[in-house]
């Protein structure tokens, strides 16, 4: 086939020029037999152009600019290349060197002991990532050494807000020798430049190629400083609507460490059910899960939160409370100590929660604050030094404490009054004591109180929030609509602040009732006050509409344009953003993710034709 | 409509599965008299259990759940409180709603009743067929179902099978077509089928009875639904009785993918026609070329692709085309390829001048795009150069060769930009020229065709099909896929004047509305996203003009765009709204999405991701665990 195939090839070039000019009809031509196989060339300010003709006939002086890979095109064209998110500064050579994994070595003779275990385990991250770039199979074998010596000055390995993650990285080629300098203050700086080096890294392959061979090809000479403008870059993932099977977890991991987002919120329970197993509490699980195999076993959330820490990521657990609550907390009358929580799965459940089924924790009953210090005890036994807890707290529903005689009389003996006010005391009463018991079995390990995150709400409006809880302690999630006031005051009245607002920064909204679908480019142009009070920003996936089936197309691309607004905040245009989102995408399927497509292949074929 | 079997069939059930309704009531009165005792048993312990250690009370037991059937509906419990353990799987299928997907249109009776079942130990028999091509049909479309049933049993982890279920049924599948010999899914295919299931000895016997292959494949599709996997009997379990009388009340109901905007590969194309026929749909309108991509590589011009493709590795060969109307025709679906012409053509008519054919399209990537076309890149065919009718003949000869569809025909003909025309050719007015290219492409198609026009020709709804230029349309010979919006007076107008339609209304069926708007400039996208709920509500043909009586409605077609769309997230678009639109076609039933719709889609989302589809869910996973809490 393939000799038939060349042969033809050979005569249908000579007759090619015959036809030229002569009048024929279609009947009589005989086609040229060639694959379509285009060249890219780089264009100044258009970025990657495929060649007009499939077969482009070069002249000598113009090959150096066509590619025969649009992979290859974008990592060299545009002043950024092809990382994501985009680094403060960097100068890249539009030429190429080709390497291969097998004589790619790394160099950590300068970074603390203490460091090294983690970060051996995050270069072998880099280079697995390399390798599925030609799909786990680099064919070409090319003997380029390429040394990569990373300095890590601190032997700081835990992460959290004070997190260094600025990193220098440089590439140099000399003689056959490529050289890479990674410089960086943390081992998650490293990391984080490890990543940046592996993308100015692609396959040679042609899009939508049919061949097996395939070799990479590295920017010969860059110089990157980079660091990031907001510390914390998160996304939400609700594992309770849906189970998320681990596997896809990690994948969402692996796409949130390509693109240098470090903060992953696992709300990891609600109402609807409850996965995470508690080694204290096995009821949890055993009246919340949806069955033996849709639970998250303590060993498999360990392993997860090692799984993000090698990516340079923080596992934020989110117990949602008081309300969300339900599944998982039934069986305490079964076992004696009444209602750990009311109205659960109640019907009719409207004027009880705000989507079936409800619960919320009973706050009149001690034995709910017994079970709750047991879960957070398993909790602070899973989660890395410093441990980062989310209280959840949004959505309380008055009407479901007060359908309770147990907590009308609560209310009674404290002195609460059953209106707005008294149940807001009673609500605040619960994140305090909460607060209370989180505090000492952390301090019980031998650590500082936290700071622990918390959701906005009714509670944390500004005329109120000062009354219940403390500035200094609990760092406020505003998911209020970008119309909303609230950000802008508990700025003002000194909270620390995490923001998703929801019209804009929701993954799931745009499926069900009157929300809106923001796709990647109104995501990116969406941009948060610089102020000292802003930690940063998340996106939140969350999962009535959306299983492990769907997850990866409503994620990605999108959770990356939040992660360069978070992580480089430019003030560049959406529209020059798109080629290297472009490359991004490429990269995230080469690692095994789903990706929507964010226009017609054409369009990535043409950079800036389809405006 | 539904008559329910259990008295007749109770006394033949197996022990496991005798779950009739006396007999779950019987077990419910049992589990109540266990709660109670131990909330007694826990009353007693209450004094000294606030001073215990917490952890003494725990014991780690899997979490585990019963589904028992009351009222007329599943209901959730904890394992440990009930006598029996029943997965959600098995009480849905024996409580109160059929289950089925799309909704029969006939009489249903089924048992309450299961008995296990495997793969391997049906067997088929055909008692009568018109033709040996239709037996063999009949051959690999059980095998289909088979393998179906067999991916089912994949689900079961290690040996889990109880062994208290009593041993696997053989089942006899018995099929008899009496009609069509031709297997293909045509214009005049009488789809209806007749299944009959029932124990016979130590056996099941199944009776299909149809008109023709494709109806009896429906009646397998059927004989699917009523066989499920029960996780906690580790088996398959089948009704072990069920009669289905059923027919469609729409000939054509179809799926548009869109393989030019982005890319599919053939295996993406595959899944997607086998869910539909997990549906009981029967049309897979393939719309194959588009301005921005070319990927089929014709025998007769693969210049097209080769300048068309997005790459060596996004192109269709024949064989594809041919492993494509394979697999789907044993599936009752027909392939129907649309090479989108005048307008929606781009470089893969771009080598004309090379080979000295001159212009066959004018405008290609011409820009500014928003003068020249709807969406970059421009391109319109050259309806003065004689060659391109020539170049469309092989095409239409090749799409009818492959797919073997002669009777239907899509001749695309959206949105043609009259700027574009008025720019090369300033003597004709662009719609006389539209219209002329419409009779000729007509002609060449007639040429393709063996001299004869296919009864339904469709073009897409335009300028073209309305008035004044409608009336020089022959109806005998055109129809017209509706996709404005349906309020719009044209989506009617066609109708009124006779037209025969497949309905694709932009604001009911376009699956690719609601994700913003791939470029800059923001105009030419669609939204909301349409919900399943929206696409099951849609019934445009049932208004209360005197006119809709007559309308030759002949069915619809959801579409699906891929501006915004690749191929990891393909089913998740499609399904399982896809699904919704295929029981309105089915069954057009004149209520909307009730309770028992949402139960029986939820089911059927269910069949389709253990079909491999990844199709996106309708609500939490709680609201399937407990379905009626949630509505």
Known sequence: MALHRLLALMTTMHLAGVLCNVESTFDEITPQIYEPSW????????????????????SDNS?????????????????????????????LSSQTVKIHPNYLRYDLLNVPAETRELLVEMTQVISNNLLAECGGHVTEVVDTQVVVIIVVKTAITSLNWNTDEQYMLDVQTRGGEVSVHIEAETIYGARHGLETFSQ????????????????????????????????????????????????????????????????????????????????????????????????????????????????????????????????????????????????????????????????????????????????YQDVADLLNSPPLLHMGGDEVYFGC???????????????????????????????NKALQIWDEEISAKGLDPQPVMLWSSQLTQ?????????????????????????????????????????????????????????????MYAHTLPRDEGVLGGEVAMWTEYCDAQALDTRVWPRAAAVAERLWSDPTSTVYSAEPRLQRLRTRLIARGLRPDAMSPAWCSQHDSKCL | MMSWGDALWLGLTARFARVGRLRRAVLMLAAAACTAAAVLYWKQQTDDSANRPLHSMYSGIEPQWSWLCQHDRCERYQASDTTTLQSLQTCNMLCASTQLWPQPTGPV???????????????????????????????????????????????????????????????????????????????????????????????????????????????????LQVTWLDPYAGSLLILEAATVVDAPRFPY?????????????????????????????????????????????????????????????????????????????????????????????????????????GHLAHCIEAEPWSSYCGEPPCGQLNPRNPHIYDLLEHVYREIIQLTEVDDIFHLGGDEVSEQCWAKHFNDTDPMDLW????????????????????????????????????????????????WGASQWPESRAVLDAGFRSVISHVDAWYLDCGFGSWRDSSDGHCGPYRSWQQVYEHRPWATETPESAAWPVEGGAACQWTEQLGPGGLDARVWPRTAALAERLWADRAEGATADVYLRLDTQRARLVARGVRAAPLWPRWCSHNPHACL
């Not at chain 1, 890219?40 to 499939?54: A, I, L, N, T, W």
């Not at chain 2, 059980?142 to 049993?153: A, C, D, K, P, S």
């Not at chain 2, 590969?265 to 086998?274: A, F």
């Not at chain 2, 590589?297 to 996004?314: E, R, T, V």
Request: charged residues 25%; aromatic residues 10%.
């Open chain 1, 39 to 58: 060249m890219y060339k780089c264009v100044p300010d258009e970025g990657c152009q495929r060649s007009e003709h499939p077969r482009p006939t070069l």
């Open chain 1, 63 to 91: 090959t150096s600019a066509f590619f025969d890979s649009l992979d290859v095109c974008r990592i060299v064209c545009g002043r950024f290349g092809g990382i994501w998110p985009k680094p403060v500064t960097a100068a």
């Open chain 1, 200 to 375: 100015l890294i692609s396959s040679d392959k042609r899009d939508f190629s049919d061949v097996e061979h395939c070799g990479l090809v590295l920017v010969s000479g860059a110089k990157i400083r980079d660091r990031p403008i907001y510390k914390h870059r998160g996304l939400v993932l609700d594992t309770s609507r849906h189970f998320i099977p681990m596997v896809d977890i990690k994948r969402t991991i692996d796409g949130m460490a390509t693109t240098k987002m470090n903060v992953f919120h696992w709300h990891a329970t609600d109402s609807h059910s409850f996965p995470l197993e508690a080694s204290r509490v096995p009821q949890f699980t055993r009246y919340g899960a949806y069955s033996g195999s849709e639970m998250y076993t303590t060993e498999e959330i360990r392993e997860l939160i090692h799984y993000a820490k090698v990516r340079g990521i923080r596992v934020v657990i989110e117990i949602d409370a008081p309300a969300h609550s339900g599944n998982g907390w039934q069986w305490g009358r079964e076992y004696g100590l009444g209602d750990l929580a009311v109205c659960v799965n109640a019907y009719p459940w409207r004027h009880l929660c705000i989507e079936p089924p409800c619960g919320q924790l009973n706050p009149a009953n001690p034995n709910m604050y017994r079970v709750l210090r047991n879960l």
């Open chain 1, 401 to 431: 404490w007060n359908s309770s005689q147990e907590i009308i009389s609560y209310m009674k003996d404290q002195g609460y009054d059953t209106t707005e006010e008294g149940f807001m005391k009673l609500w605040g009463e619960f994140h």
């Open chain 1, 462 to 522: 500004a005329q109120r929030i000062s009354q219940h809880l403390d500035k200094e302690r609990y760092i406020i999630e505003v998911w209020e609509p970008l119309n909303s006031p609230l950000l802008t005051q508990l700025l003002r009245l000194g909270y620390r602040t995490v923001s998703v607002p929801k019209d804009i920064w929701y993954l799931d909204h745009g499926f069900w009732g009157r929300t809106v679908y923001s796709n990647w480019r109104r």
């Open chain 2, 109 to 223: 009776s089924l048992a309450s009743a299961a008995v296990p079942v495997r793969s391997d130990r049906f067997s088929l028999k055909v008692i009568a067929s018109p033709s040996r091509d239709v037996t063999k049909h009949i051959n690999e479309a059980f095998i289909v179902m088979q393998n179906h049933m067999r991916t089912l049993e994949h689900g079961v982890v290690g040996e889990n099978r109880r062994s208290d279920i009593g041993p696997p049924r053989d089942v006899l599948v018995k099929v008899s077509v009496n009609g069509s010999g031709d297997p293909r899914m045509r214009l005049d295919t009488n789809e209806s089928y007749k299944l009959a299931l029932r124990p016979s000895g130590n056996s099941l016997v199944v009776d299909i009875t149809a008109h023709s292959f494709c109806g009896a494949r429906h009646g397998l599709e059927t004989l």
């Open chain 2, 253 to 357: 109901r179809g799926l548009l993918l869109d393989t030019a905007r982005n890319f599919f590969p053939v295996s993406e194309l595959l899944r997607t026609i086998d869910a539909m026929a997990a549906n009981k749909l029967n049309t897979f309108h393939w719309h194959v070329s588009d301005s921005q991509s070319f990927p089929w590589k014709l025998d007769s011009a693969p210049q097209l692709a080769q300048h068309g493709a997005y790459g060596p590795g996004a192109v269709y060969t024949s064989d594809d085309v041919r492993t494509i109307v394979k697999y789907a025709r044993i599936r009752g679906i027909r392939v129907l390829m649309e090479i989108d012409t005048p307008a929606h053509v781009g470089r893969a008519f771009g080598w004309g001048p090379e080979a000295g054919l």
């Open chain 2, 435 to 482: 219209m002329e290219f419409t009779r000729q492409a007509m002609h060449v198609l007639e040429r393709a065709n063996g001299g004869k026009a296919p009864e339904l020709t469709l073009l897409w709804s335009s300028r073209l099909t309305r008035s004044p230029y409608l009336e020089r349309l022959d109806p005998k010979r055109f129809g017209v896929q509706v």
